[in-house]
Nanobody, 116 residues
Framework: QVQLVESGGGLVQAGGSLRFSCAAS????????MGWYCQAPGKQRELVAR???????KYSDSVKGRFTISRDNAKNTVYLQMNSLKPDDTAVYYC??????????WGQGTQVTVSS
C-alpha cells in the first residue's frame, strides 16, 4: 500500500503565498507522476498542476504563472508553491500520485482559504 502525507495549506489573504508538500511512502516501485487537484464547494475535482518523473509539468490555465510544482524524486515528495493567491483559489487541495504502473493514490486533502 502507498500512503500520502500532505502538509501546508491554511488561511491566507489575497495576494499571499502558501506552500504544500506531499510525501509518498510504502510499497513504491515506481512513480510516474505526482500532482495536485483541487475541489471547491459544489464543483468537481480538477487538476491544478502535475509533474512527471522526467520533470515535465502541466498547469491549469487559472494557475499558470502563479503556482509552481516541483518534486524531489529521492524523497518521493512533491511540492506546490502558490503565489498571488486569489479568493477563487479557495478549495480543498488533494495530492495525487500515479505509481506502480497505473495505480492512482490520493492524499487526505488540505483546505486552502483565501480571504479578500
Amino acid at each position: 500500500q502507498v500512503q500520502l502525507v500532505e502538509s501546508g495549506g491554511g488561511l491566507v489573504q489575497a495576494g499571499g503565498s502558501l506552500r504544500f508538500s506531499c510525501a509518498a511512502s510504502g510499497r513504491i516501485f515506481s512513480i510516474n507522476a505526482m500532482g495536485w487537484y483541487c475541489q471547491a464547494p459544489g464543483k468537481q475535482r480538477e487538476l491544478v498542476a502535475r509533474i512527471t518523473s522526467g520533470g515535465s509539468t502541466k498547469y491549469s490555465d487559472s494557475v499558470k504563472g502563479r503556482f509552481t510544482i516541483s518534486r524531489d524524486n529521492a524523497k518521493n515528495t512533491v511540492y506546490l508553491q502558490m503565489n498571488s493567491l486569489k479568493p477563487d483559489d479557495t478549495a480543498v487541495y488533494y495530492c495525487n500520485v500515479e505509481a506502480n504502473g497505473y495505480h492512482v493514490y490520493w492524499g487526505q486533502g488540505t483546505q486552502v482559504t483565501v480571504s479578500s
